[in-house]
């Protein structure tokens, strides 16, 4: 897919302490591959550190992270990266979302919180995302759960950066189970909620200081 397009790319891969034989297989390819790198974790560490090593990890000017559920499929890249032109981060929001009732309520509250108490649209900050690299770099993220997403969105909002979406049609889960609602994930990315919400109101308390000292 790539190899064609005339795009300068590389690809990273994470193998998060997979039992199936998935780093094997990754390994392999990565010795057909020049482009590919292959990582592999000590164990599963999750979705959040996966996705925050692989940014870390990206050296081109553009990040496109995609998990490998194939609920997304990569391809769409290539519609995305016209975009780049005019927006600094492209969402590939979900236009039809394979989910339960209660999966879809959280979803809805996700996306709402950062409207409510940032004023920031993430539009659909779980979904895979063509990203500026140098917005990964600058901005050091409190969040320790998958509000991560978000909360990069709210800052990037906050410094100017062009962020839309363009709705993609997915696919459901092929692989693995769901573990997005798990009562201890969604405890602790309400608990984010409320660390970005105090660094924010530090950082603008600090500036209206500034503004009102004597000189």
Same mark, same amino acid.
């Given at each position: 897919?790539?190899?064609?397009?005339g795009?300068?790319y590389?690809?990273?891969v994470?193998n998060?302490?997979?039992?199936?034989g998935?780093?094997?297989?990754?390994?392999?390819?990565? /010795?057909?591959?020049p482009?590919l790198t292959v990582?592999?974790? %000590?164990g599963?560490r999750?979705? =959040?550190y996966? *996705?925050?090593?692989?940014y870390?990890?990206?050296?081109?000017?553009?990040?496109?992270?995609?998990?490998?559920?194939?609920?997304?499929?990569?391809?769409?890249?290539?519609?995305?990266?016209p975009?780049t032109?005019?927006w600094?981060?492209?969402?590939?929001?979900?236009?039809?979302?394979?989910?339960g009732?209660r999966r879809?309520?959280?979803?809805?509250?996700?996306?709402?919180?950062?409207?409510l108490?940032f004023?920031?649209?993430t539009?659909?900050?779980? /979904?895979?995302?063509?990203?500026?690299r140098?917005?990964?770099? %600058?901005?050091?993220?409190?969040s =320790?759960?998958? *509000?991560?997403?978000?909360?990069?969105?709210i800052?990037?909002t906050?410094?100017?950066y062009?962020i839309t979406?363009?709705?993609?049609?997915?696919?459901a889960r092929r692989?693995?189970r769901?573990?997005?609602?798990?009562?201890?994930?969604?405890?602790s990315a309400?608990?984010d909620?409320?660390?970005?919400?105090?660094?924010?109101?530090?950082?603008?308390c600090?500036?209206?200081?500034?503004r009102?000292?004597?000189?």
């Amino acid at each position: 897919m790539m190899a064609g397009s005339g795009v300068d790319y590389e690809i990273l891969v994470c193998n998060d302490g997979s039992t199936d034989g998935t780093g094997q297989v990754a390994e392999a390819c990565a /010795a057909e591959l020049p482009n590919l790198t292959v990582f592999h974790n %000590r164990g599963n560490r999750g979705i =959040r550190y996966t *996705f925050e090593f692989l940014y870390s990890r990206a050296r081109k000017d553009y990040v496109f992270l995609n998990s490998t559920d194939r609920q997304w499929e990569t391809v769409i890249v290539l519609d995305m990266l016209p975009m780049t032109a005019d927006w600094d981060i492209i969402i590939a929001s979900r236009s039809d979302k394979q989910y339960g009732l209660r999966r879809a309520l959280i979803s809805k509250a996700f996306n709402l919180v950062p409207r409510l108490l940032f004023g920031t649209n993430t539009y659909d900050a779980g /979904a895979v995302k063509l990203v500026k690299r140098e917005i990964i770099d %600058r901005f050091s993220l409190v969040s =320790r759960s998958p *509000f991560s997403e978000a909360e990069r969105l709210i800052y990037a909002t906050r410094a100017g950066y062009r962020i839309t979406e363009r709705p993609v049609k997915t696919a459901a889960r092929r692989t693995g189970r769901e573990k997005g609602v798990k009562v201890d994930m969604l405890c602790s990315a309400i608990l984010d909620v409320f660390w970005v919400w105090y660094v924010l109101a530090r950082q603008s308390c600090s500036r209206d200081k500034c503004r009102t000292s004597p000189r």
